[in-house]
């Protein structure tokens, strides 16, 4: 089982920077891929970026170029820098794992953290 923590949201304004971070419990997080979503108020909750095991990436066309994620597993950590955000950004932002590899589907995630504001003004 792996608990799941993130970190780092906050109010910023549009062209701005934040840094989210996500850490898991548990010695078997480098056995996991990882997710990072969000969900709008009103919306559904959508795929940002993914991680594999391997550290391929995969991102959502709305944040390919200015987000990127990272992992380390020394410290059961997934990042995802965020850069040029925009008020669209704005979002409840959540790091998720499964055990086989990066989806694009929320559902096929087992493991999810309590999530993180991120709040971009115009």
């Known amino acids: 089982q792996v608990q799941l923590v993130e970190s780092g949201g906050g109010l910023v304004q549009a062209g701005g920077s934040l840094r989210l971070s996500c850490v898991g419990s548990?010695?078997?997080?480098?056995?996991?891929?990882m997710g990072w979503f969000r969900q709008a108020p009103g919306k559904e909750r959508e795929f940002v970026a993914g991680?594999?095991?391997?550290?391929?990436?995969d991102y959502a066309d709305a944040v390919k170029g200015r987000f990127t994620i990272s992992r380390d597993n020394a410290k059961n950590t997934v990042y995802v820098e965020m850069n040029n955000l925009k008020p669209e950004d704005t979002a409840v932002y959540y790091c998720?794992?499964?055990?086989?590899?990066?989806?694009?589907?929320?559902?096929?995630?087992?493991?999810w953290g309590q999530g993180t504001q991120v709040t971009v003004s115009s």
């Open positions: 998720a794992a499964n055990p086989q590899t990066v989806f694009r589907n929320s559902g096929r995630y087992i493991y």
């Open positions: 548990g010695r078997t997080f480098s056995t996991y891929a």
């Open positions: 991680i594999t095991k391997s550290g391929s990436t």
